[in-house]
Every structure is written in structure tokens, then in C-alpha cells.
């Protein structure tokens, strides 16, 4: 479907043959932080037989290294 995308942000809107087909909704946004994040697998690995390639040491450890580089590089960039 071709659409043309106008404005930006809130306000942007996919139109077709000069009647909008997509709009944002700002009710359906989520907050930015939030307290819990939780999830659960259980039903796509039933249904779907997935498994996870990532075990949750292994995501902890990647988190952990992320945020050290982030760190550092903002670190080196303050520092020059």
C-alpha cells in the first residue's frame, strides 16, 4: 500500500489518495520508565515450540557490558 507520510511526530499521518490511513494515537504510548517489566514465554513455547538463544546470565552480562561502554565513552567524551 502506498502511502505518503506528512507532519511529524503526533502529528504525523500516513495518507492515501489524500485520506489518512494511519494516525498516531497518543493514548496508546507508553510510558518512558516504567516499575516492572515482566514477561512470560510460557505460551510461545508452547504454541510455537521457541526456546530462547539467550540465557538469562548471559542477557544480565550483555546489559552489564552495555552500560559500562555507554559509561566510558561518555567518560572519554567529558574528559575531552
Not at 485520506?19 to 516492572?36: A, L, M
Not at 526456546?51 to 538469562?56: A, G, N, Y
Amino acid at each position: 500500500m502506498p502511502l505518503e507520510w506528512v507532519g511529524e511526530g503526533v502529528d504525523e499521518k500516513g495518507m492515501m489518495n489524500g485520506q489518512p490511513i494511519v494516525e498516531v494515537d497518543p493514548k496508546y504510548f507508553r510510558p518512558t520508565e516504567v516499575e516492572t517489566l515482566l514477561g512470560d514465554p510460557s505460551k510461545a513455547k508452547e504454541k510455537l515450540g521457541w526456546q530462547p538463544k539467550t540465557s538469562f546470565d548471559q542477557l544480565v552480562d550483555e546489559m552489564v557490558t552495555a552500560d559500562l561502554n555507554e559509561a566510558e565513552q561518555e567518560k572519554m567524551l567529558l574528559n575531552n
